[in-house]
T-cell receptor, first 116, second 115 residues
Framework: GAGVSQSPSNKVTEKGKDVELRCDPISGHTALYWYRQSLGQGLEFLIYFQGNSAPDKSGLPSDRFSAERTGGSVSTLTIQRTQQEDSAVYLC??????????????FGPGTRLTVL | AQSVTQLDSQVPVFEEAPVELRCNYSSSVSVYLFWYVQYPNQGLQLLLKYLSGSTLVKGINGFEAEFNKSQTSFHLRKPSVHISDTAEYFCAVSDKQSNFNKFYFGSGTKLNVKP
């Protein structure tokens, strides 16, 4: 079956431009996550959507970052006025969420963002 | 809140040697534990997970991990590694008592298997 897909796979932009990164989760998964993986760093949690609940935005590094999830499916991560330090691989994951937890997160291949 | 520590950022090892990648976590509540692997230029995939029951968990590619509650550890082991095991490995925890499936990841350990 189809896994988590992300687009574009690579994005090169100039400093100060806005970018949009897209994530298509696995069908039926109610939870969706965005992470950032910088060179030599681990996974940095950015934002988490679950069903109709208010998203957990506690990981967003600044107000230049925002995300939305339309119709409980596709999500878009937007970075405004990009800076060079935003260069990283942005990973999306999705999962079921059932009572008791413990559900595996399935990851997409990531979008490599380069800000010149 | 939970936190995960992977003590070794890089682990070099020769092919066919055993390896242990260390993971310690800090949490005030019971947790689920996971190991993910990221091969070069790929996304993360699940190696194994501990939910409950037997503390020794077996995963894919011959890996296993043991949950030690008293030491709050979940170390990953393989008795004999292959070149193809060269990858980055991430340990993660999630809170059993939460209604949210939020993961906390460690900083990763790069396993470099040499011929």
């Amino acid at each position: 079956g189809a896994g988590v897909s992300q687009s574009p796979s690579n994005k090169v932009t100039e400093k100060g431009k806005d970018v949009e990164l897209r994530c298509d989760p696995i069908s039926g998964h109610t939870a969706l996550y965005w992470y950032r993986q910088s060179l030599g760093q681990g996974l940095e949690f950015l934002i988490y959507f679950q069903g109709n609940s208010a998203p957990d935005k506690s990981g967003l590094p600044s107000d230049r970052f925002s995300a939305e999830r339309t119709g409980g499916s596709v999500s878009t991560l937007t970075i405004q006025r990009t800076q060079q330090e935003d260069s990283a691989v942005y990973l999306c994951a999705s999962s079921y969420v059932v009572v008791g937890g413990g559900d595996e997160q399935f990851f997409g291949p990531g979008t490599r963002l380069t800000v010149l | 809140a939970q936190s995960v520590t992977q003590l070794d950022s890089q682990v070099p090892v020769f092919e066919e040697a055993p390896v242990e990648l260390r993971c310690n976590y800090s949490s005030s509540v019971s947790v689920y534990l996971f190991w993910y692997v990221q091969y070069p230029n790929q996304g993360l995939q699940l190696l194994l997970k501990y939910l409950s029951g037997s503390t020794l968990v077996k995963g894919i590619n011959g890996f296993e991990a043991e949950f030690n509650k008293s030491q709050t550890s979940f170390h990953l082991r393989k008795p004999s590694v292959h070149i193809s095991d060269t990858a980055e490995y991430f340990c993660a925890v999630s809170d059993k008592q939460s209604n949210f499936n939020k993961f906390y990841f460690g900083s990763g350990t790069k396993l470099n298997v040499k011929p």
